[in-house]
């Protein structure tokens, strides 16, 4: 006898599966520009790989005689897949059913996919389209009652972030605890025009007053209280993107920086850029005019493995480019200041994506390679509202309680507290300096007259005075003058950068490997 009745109840209930909200939801879906749940799992992961994981949860119903009429399916897909071939946990809400909200699912799923990849240790993949809270208000009467909220398995999530990377994808609206699930994670994206992130939306926020309705329509309503342009620049959202597919790619290639669990070594890569590749524009780069700024980034396109460069938070904390990249194939996370904002003073947003970004590296044991101009913490009014030094404290304290081997690069300014947290001055500092280099206390340009002010008010030529006290300086804050008394290790010829840069990679991943 066999069990082919049964098999064919599976098959049925599979295909009702496959079906989502039904052919006019997964229409409307469509219609807005959004991909489907099952479109999303088998765009993102490698091909053929995605193996469902509770396919035919859902609410049945069935006629008088017990027999099986329709299935709405749990609005939460989540199974192992593999990505660049390696194991993952990939999630999607389903916002064709009832918006995804949770309250139309089961909860249950939700959680064992979180447990899923902390218990067997492999990165997850979030793709949030919908609420995935609680009920609505009208689920309050259907209950009887209300209550005081909870979210199950929430000490999975905060597991997860101390285990296996986490990457979040915002693909439509998204608010409560959908929201909450995006920020809970290593690296997160929206999608321009097409994500939203609120605390509630903007029909709850008008009921409280705060009104949207100004707004063309309910799209821009939207737009206006959490799209992209907001979120992606207040450092709730690492990036923005154009479409979805972007999006997947951007996800996977996250990924292929990281290890599957944090304890195990990120993989290297095959690398065909030349170690000792010597850049004769580096030479130039840094301009003789300390006001003058110059483009970071064509400067950490010449130094890392080609093509490999892969920013994260570009919007937002801008005075430091955040990065990973690759050195002879191997990962490193980048740390750069970028002088063509705020002078690549950090305010308190850079201070905080600094930190952010540090305590990633520090966690997956990725080197961290520290490229230097940096005159100071921000100063004036406006940084002391905004809490400039608490922050700029806590990016230089993660930088000292960070354990893997950081090398920096001072390629002009380092200067005051800000100066003294681009690297861990306790430890062995494997550091290098360019002849552009500019570091002390303070800069002396803004210190002159005040130090100098008895001799200038005693000088017939106040003017010719201060010029010669500035000559008399510049000889002194030479780099090489702190190079002779060992204050600097090394000041190199800039073109010798990637070549070090290379053997610091290789020196710091055989530490690395030695401690699994």
């Given at each position: ?43 993102l ?12 949860a ?74 995935g ?28 972030l ?8 915002a ?33 709850v926020?008008?009921?409280?007053g ?17 799209g ?48 000792d ?10 301009p ?20 490999t ?5 570009r ?6 480019i ?48 520290h ?9 004036g ?18 930088i ?23 690297s861990?001055?306790d ?41 010669k ?13 702190s ?34």
């Amino acid at each position: 006898m066999s069990w082919q009745k049964e098999l064919e109840e599976l098959r049925q209930r599979e295909a009702l599966a496959e079906q989502m909200g039904g052919e006019e939801k997964v229409a409307r879906q469509h219609g807005r520009g959004k991909m489907d749940a099952r479109a999303r799992l088998a765009a993102l992961c490698d091909e053929g790989s995605f193996r469902e994981i509770g396919k035919i949860a859902g609410k049945g119903s069935y006629d008088a005689d017990g027999n099986l009429e329709s299935v709405l399916p749990a609005p939460f897909l989540f199974g192992k897949a593999t990505i660049h071939g390696r194991p993952v946990v990939a999630t999607a809400d389903d916002f064709t059913i009832r918006g995804g909200a949770a309250d139309a699912g089961i909860k249950r799923k939700m959680v064992q996919a979180e447990r899923m990849a902390h218990e067997l240790k492999l990165p997850i993949i979030r793709m949030i389209d919908g609420t995935g809270g609680g009920g609505s208000v009208k689920t309050l009467e259907q209950i009887g009652a209300t209550y005081i909220p909870a979210v199950p398995g929430w000490s999975d999530v905060v597991t997860n972030l101390d285990t296996v990377p986490v990457v979040a994808l915002a693909l439509g609206p998204t608010a409560g605890l959908g929201a909450a699930r995006i920020v809970a994670s290593h690296y997160s994206i929206m999608v321009r025009g097409l994500s939203q992130i609120f605390a509630a939306g903007p029909a709850v926020v008008d009921g409280l007053g705060a009104s949207y309705k100004s707004a063309a329509d309910h799209q821009q309503a939207k737009e206006e209280l959490g799209g992209s342009d907001i979120h992606t620049r207040n450092g709730v959202v690492d990036d923005e993107v154009a479409s979805e597919a972007e999006a997947f790619a951007r996800a996977r290639h996250f990924l292929s920086f990281m290890p599957e669990y944090a304890g195990q070594p990120a993989r290297r890569a095959e690398c065909s850029d030349p170690v000792d590749r010597r850049e004769e524009a580096l030479l130039s780069l840094v301009p003789r005019d300390p006001k003058q700024v110059y483009s970071m980034r064509r400067g950490m396109d010449m130094l890392f493995d080609q093509g490999t460069v892969f920013e994260i938070g570009r919007n937002w904390g801008r005075a430091a480019i955040t990065a990973l990249a690759r050195l002879d194939g191997w990962p490193v996370a980048v740390v750069a200041s970028d002088p063509s904002f705020l002078g690549g003073s950090w305010e308190a947003k850079t201070s905080e994506k600094v930190e952010r970004f540090v305590k990633l590296a520090d966690q997956f044991r990725l080197p961290i390679v520290h490229l230097v101009d940096n005159p100071g913490f921000m100063i004036g009014r406006e940084a002391e509202m905004a809490g400039t030094i608490r922050y700029g404290v806590q990016a230089m304290n993660a930088i000292y309680k960070a354990s893997v081997p950081l090398a920096s690069i001072v390629m002009r300014r380092a200067y005051g507290i800000a100066g003294s947290a681009m690297s861990n001055a306790d430890r062995y500092q494997y550091r290098y300096c360019w002849p552009s280099g500019d570091w002390g206390s303070l800069p002396i340009a803004g210190g002159l007259e005040v130090a100098y002010k008895s001799d200038l008010e005693a000088a017939e030529d106040p003017a010719a005075e201060l010029e010669k006290i500035k000559a008399r300086l510049e000889k002194v804050t030479s780099p090489f003058r702190s190079a002779e008394l060992f204050n600097v290790e090394d000041i190199i010829d800039p073109r010798d950068t990637r070549p070090l840069l290379c053997e610091f990679a290789d020196i710091a991943w055989r530490r690395l490997e030695s401690e699994t």
